[in-house]
């Protein structure tokens, strides 16, 4: 079976995934593309082999040959595809986040809970990361016994102007979210965040950088660093300490030089250099699921988990409080 899938949004993630379906990925192949720049879509048509065009997100979700859905649009907009595409029952891949507001993300879950089965995967990659797998299945065997911290780092060489303060939390560090919810297996209960002093490379209209800390509902306290102006690449770190041991996310594997007094190794510059084979894998994982018809990825639960801890979180910005983070209890459906 070819899965032929249908592309809402045609910017710059949507398109490498076009450009990783057609060129890595086994079992699929891009049928439709849309966008609301009609001519991007029209690009990454051609780009895809010969996709076609449709008006808008509802007539692709409704087409014959499109199978299931990736939904790599703005933002605001997920939910309401995300609904189009339960509607109809067929598979949809969003990229995060998977709604901007907790209500939008309950809307997904009722829908999705009266279809009967789970159609929803949520684009957080780090779940397929090789070194994130390994700290999980190291986690969950008991290796470093009870975890009691997690400190966690996301930098960024430099953002563009338009990279407000909010997006720290909305953009970047909602990945570190759902990671240390995923490793630990725990939900997060409250939200904090201390804006030390900003460095002189930011934009004047942004706090950088931004130091979050987080409690879950076992008691696990983990800090988070989200700098996305440190110059000298990116550079992400997870740490995690128990009663037995500690766990630390490995860098990337990089040849070693030595010359002119100096042992050093590259740094990646930008997040596709750090993740590409986890999105590989990730897209790979959720083609084989819905060939198997049974979705198997972050779920629309982890999507609303993570709206209200950022949400939370982007409170405990503006406030400078400790905000508690409001949650529906979880549904069987998704245990």
Request: with cysteine; glycine share 10%.
């Amino acid at each position: 079976m070819t899965v032929r899938i249908g592309v809402i949004g045609t910017g710059a993630i949507g398109r490498e995934h076009i450009e990783r379906i057609t060129g890595t990925i086994s079992g699929a192949e891009i049928s439709v593309v849309t966008d609301i720049d009609a001519a991007l879509a029209e690009k990454a048509a051609a780009e895809a082999g010969g996709a076609r065009v449709a008006a808008d997100g509802a007539e692709l979700i409704g087409a014959d040959d499109v199978d299931a859905v990736l939904v790599t649009s703005w933002g605001p907009t997920h939910a309401e595809h995300v609904l189009g595409a339960i509607a109809v029952g067929k598979p949809v891949f969003c990229e995060k986040p998977l709604a901007t507001t907790t209500e939008d993300c309950l809307r997904i879950m009722a829908a999705e809970q009266a279809h009967g089965r789970r159609l929803v995967q949520v684009g957080f990659m780090r779940r397929y990361d090789a070194g994130y797998r390994e700290l999980k299945r190291i986690i969950d065997d008991g290796g470093i016994g009870h975890p009691l911290l997690m400190h966690c780092a996301h930098r960024n060489r430099a953002v563009p102007e338009a990279y407000t303060t909010d997006m720290a939390v909305l953009d970047s560090g909602v990945h570190e979210i759902d990671a240390a919810r995923w490793l630990l297996s725990d939900e997060i209960v409250s939200t904090q965040v201390v804006l030390p002093r900003s460095t002189s490379r930011r934009h004047p209209h942004l706090n950088d950088p931004q130091f979050f800390l987080f409690e879950t509902a076992g008691g696990v306290r983990i800090d988070l660093e989200v700098f996305v102006n440190c110059q000298y690449g990116y550079d992400i770190q997870c740490e995690t300490v128990g009663e037995t041991g500690l766990i630390r996310l490995p860098d990337p594997a990089r040849v070693q030089l030595r010359g002119s007094a100096r042992i050093g190794t590259a740094i990646d510059q930008e997040w596709g250099d750090r993740f590409s084979a986890a999105f590989d894998t990730e897209i790979q994982a959720w083609v084989g699921s819905v060939t198997a018809g049974t979705a198997t990825g972050p779920s629309a639960w982890d999507g609303y988990a993570a709206t209200a801890v950022a949400t939370a979180t982007v409170e405990a910005q503006r406030t400078g409080a400790l905000v508690p983070v409001e949650m529906v209890e979880k549904p069987a459906f998704y245990a």
